[in-house]
Structures are given as structure tokens and as C-alpha cells.
């Protein structure tokens, strides 16, 4: 519980001084990064922004995401999230996004922009 909760202070304190940069827009969705949030540790990670263009069901306008990335193998991991009730990261928390193991980055065009972030050599 400690970790979700560090998580989230995280992940909100991210949002009021993040830098987002746009990277990619499909049909649903604008997706930001913020380049500062970036780590160098062994599995660095990155902070995203997935703004919705219209409301989920839900009424969900925007989601904070958690990136990793494992450059030595290729492959690429949500570590958790939170949907929130305002576009660009604003708003109430309405739910968590829990991680959804690792994957090949070459799946979708934003997975590898993101992957390319995190390990540019890769």
C-alpha cells in the first residue's frame, strides 16, 4: 500500500511540473512525455500522458503513466497509472492502471517512441 501510495504522490507531483511533449496521436488519443522525469537507472524509466479526445465511459479525460524499459532485452512495461476526471493530468483520480508485463515495443508506433526515449541506442 505505501508503494501505491508513493506512486501516486509520484505521479501528481509529476503532472503540476511536468513538461509534457507530445510524441503521437492515433484516432482516441494524444500521447505526452516528459522528457525530466526520465531516469538512468538499469531499467530507465519515463512518465507519459495519454489525453483521450473524447471521455472514456466512465468520463475519464486523461491517464498518468508509468513507463520501464528493459534496453538490454528489447522490451517494454506500463508499471501503473491512474485515470484522471480532467484532460492533460488534471482533475480527480477516478482509478488505477496496474502493470501489464513486459512487451515488444515494435507493436505499436507510441510503444516504440517511448521505448526510443528510454533507450535511444535500442
Not at 531499467?43 to 471521455?55: E, Q, S, T
Amino acid at each position: 500500500m505505501k508503494k501505491i501510495l508513493f506512486l501516486f504522490c509520484l505521479l501528481s507531483a509529476q503532472a503540476s511540473q511536468a513538461e509534457w511533449a507530445e510524441i503521437y496521436e492515433d484516432d482516441d488519443t494524444v500521447y505526452f512525455l516528459d522528457a525530466s522525469s526520465k531516469n538512468e537507472a538499469q531499467r530507465p524509466r519515463i512518465a507519459v500522458l495519454r489525453n483521450f479526445k473524447v471521455a472514456t465511459a466512465s468520463g475519464d479525460q486523461s491517464a498518468r503513466l508509468l513507463y520501464e524499459a528493459d534496453c538490454s532485452k528489447k522490451a517494454l512495461r506500463l508499471m501503473s497509472g491512474v485515470y484522471l476526471k480532467k484532460s492533460m493530468g488534471g482533475g480527480e483520480v477516478s482509478g488505477m492502471i496496474n502493470s501489464n508485463g513486459w512487451m515488444n515495443p515494435e507493436t505499436r508506433p507510441v510503444h516504440q517512441k517511448i521505448y526510443a526515449a528510454l533507450c535511444p541506442a535500442g
